[in-house]
T-cell receptor
Framework: NAGVTQTPKFQVLKTGQSMTLQCAQD?????MSWYRQDPGMGLRLIHY???????DQGEVPNGYNVSRSTTEDFPLRLLSAAPSQTSVYFC????????????FGNGTRLTVT | GQQVMQIPQYQHVQEGEDFTTYCNSS?????IQWYKQRPGGHPVFLIQ?????EVKKQKRLTFQFGEAKKNSSLHITATQTTDVGTYFC????????????FGTGTSLTVIP
């Protein structure tokens, strides 16, 4: 099993550009989520999904879109990149019940200039 | 959101000293998980606490969940250089459903 796979590992964007961060998991997890990590602020929840076709907002959803067409994939879209979106992005998955541990991908380091 | 405070933000210890990080909430938590993130890596699940007053041990690591389920601690006995990293608590509340929110983390440096 590959677990949670994120691509790309690194990305540099110019302000205003759009892009999609990919996340795929092969553990048949219903729950998937996106976090961003900034120095001193821990991990902040952007969006999450409890199953195919179901998504919802987390703490910091502005500027990001998600969709969940399959159980395996949960892409994160930046519509118009801004320097404030420079961060490390982590995708995490888990079983749907609240006691399930989260499995994280290796992260995507995004720089917006 | 960020209703849990995690302290301290940074901790430097000599190898062999003990280390403790705390998560404190203003509201009752449903459960709490602890994660470790090595420098340049991703968070890795360590343990989950669910019951009031629960204590769990993993070798030199001791995890506690407060009686009121509003605070938790991670204690490392006799730190080693392999303990270096950032430790996060993650929590869910009755209002958050499946979502886990993370504390701000404690960065541990172990001086050989």
């Amino acid at each position: 099993n590959a677990g949670v796979t994120q691509t790309p590992k690194f990305q540099v964007l110019k302000t205003g550009q759009s892009m999609t961060l990919q996340c795929a998991q092969d553990m048949n997890h219903e729950y998937m989520s996106w976090y961003r990590q900034d120095p001193g602020m821990g991990l902040r929840l952007i969006h999450y999904s409890v199953g195919a076709g179901i998504t919802d907002q987390g703490e910091v959803p502005n500027g990001y879109n998600v969709s969940r067409s399959t159980t395996e994939d949960f892409p994160l879209r930046l519509l118009s990149a801004a320097p404030s979106q420079t961060s490390v992005y982590f995708c995490a998955s888990g079983e749907r019940h609240r006691n399930s541990p989260l499995h994280f991908g290796n992260g995507t380091r995004l720089t917006v200039t | 959101g960020q209703q849990v405070m995690q302290i301290p933000q940074y901790q430097h210890v000599q190898e062999g000293e003990d280390f403790t990080t705390y998560c404190n909430s203003s509201t009752t938590l449903s459960n709490i998980q602890w994660y470790k993130q090595r420098p340049g890596g991703h968070p890795v699940f360590l343990i989950q606490l669910v019951k009031s007053g629960e204590v769990k041990k993993q070798k030199r690591l001791t995890f506690q969940f407060g009686e009121a389920k509003k605070n938790s601690s991670l204690h490392i006995t006799a730190t080693q250089t392999t303990d270096v990293g950032t430790y996060f608590c993650a929590y869910a509340t009755s209002n958050t459903g499946n979502q886990f929110y993370f504390g701000t983390g404690t960065s541990l440096t172990v001086i050989p």
